[in-house]
């Protein structure tokens, strides 16, 4: 019986190992699978989310060279991703700083993007413009006839056009073709407002005929009357004298001219308010000052210049430029004011700037000349302008000056009762005690 036994015994032990065995593969490979999966699935995850920072020391089970070569093309992606956003962002801000409107269209006109410069120029809000069509956004049928004709052609048009809006627009217009996604491509357009530069150059065309046409007239009397002089030579001193007074006279008037060219281009110059010296000056010094110098001018035809009104305040201002500037204005009434008439300067505080105001008894100036009449060269009676000397550029000098010590000037008039010019000017102090004006 004993070696029966025994040998059952044994058999029992090996199947017993066997079975133990299994089971112990049997829990490694149900161990072994579910790391494989939890690994999986965390490499999914890993690879899913977006925003999780990928890890060159996170391990992956059973998947480690999937998962270096998969995480390695992620970062790349993302990389790239990153890449493309910040360059999206800077070229955003750049089109949202930039003067010039961009406007981005599909195929069918629908506006697909536009920077704020375009919904200024144009006068829409983008987001409620965005998705919608130009037409009914900006009613401009100048412009869209533009696009479609660059629609209909290769995506481009470069030309200037004439718009409407608060008032005439002169912008250059430039379209390029714009592949879209989703579809056929559309184009994007950008505006240059050019009214400005448009306008300067007719400025510029005007001035330059003004200018030429002005130093004609003195010129030719200069030249015509020195030519008979020298063909009728010097035998009859008093034709001499008449004829050497004319070209005294145009002499003197030519020689107003230029310095009043290159006083309004001093003035002009974005150099010139920092180059300018100034100072705190007393008003009424400079009012006795121009009346003493226009002393001989008014007495010539029996006016009276009559000074009143004071200030507390001292001007701050460049003396010999406020001086010019109210000796111009002075001048003006002296010439336009009919014999034994009163010319009448005024002095007054007006919150933080002097006004000096000049008055006259001339024929005034109608409404309709009162908005260009500080314009170069413009004059309400060309003839009796010219008849009494005058450069045309005097009121231009007065804007001008007082626009560079951050003044202004205004007129009051009516046709048979005169003018009324103030001259603004910022004041610095309060004068001291016992000098008031």
Known sequence: MLPVTTHMLLASDAEFAGWAAAAIIAGAWIFAELQRRRAARRLRDALAAESKELREDEEFPFHEEVASAAMRR??????????????????ERVLRATPIAVIALDHKQRISSANAAAERLLGFAGDRARGRLLQEIVRQPEL????????????????ELHLEADGPLEVQLCCEPLEMEDGPAGLVMSLVDVTRMRRLESMRSEFAANVSHELRTPITNIKGYVETLLQVGIDDPERM?????I?????????GIVEDILTLAFLEEPEARDSMEQSPVPAR?????????????????????AVSGETTRLLLANRSLIEQALANLVSNAIRYSGERTTVRIAIADDGGLVRISVSDQGPGIAAKHIPRIFERFYRVDRARARAQGGTG???????????IHGGRV????????????SLLLPASQALPAGEGT
């Open 74 to 91: 992620v970062r790349v992606e993302r990389e790239r991703n990153d890449l493309v956003v910040r360059r999206l962002a800077e070229i």
């Open 144 to 159: 869209n006839r533009a696009i479609e004709s660059a629609l209909g052609s290769d995506g481009r048009f470069d030309g």
């Open 241 to 245: 004298r008449k004829f050497l007074e």
């Open 247 to 255: 070209v005294h006279r145009n002499t003197v008037r030519l020689s």
């Open 285 to 305: 010094e400079i009012v006795a000052q121009v009346v003493e110098d226009l002393g001989s001018a008014a007495a010539a035809k029996s006016i009276e210049v």
């Open 393 to 403: 550029l005097g009121l231009a000098i007065v804007k001008h000056i007082a626009a």
């Open 410 to 421: 205004e007129v009051a008039s009516q046709v048979g009762e005169g003018s009324t010019f």
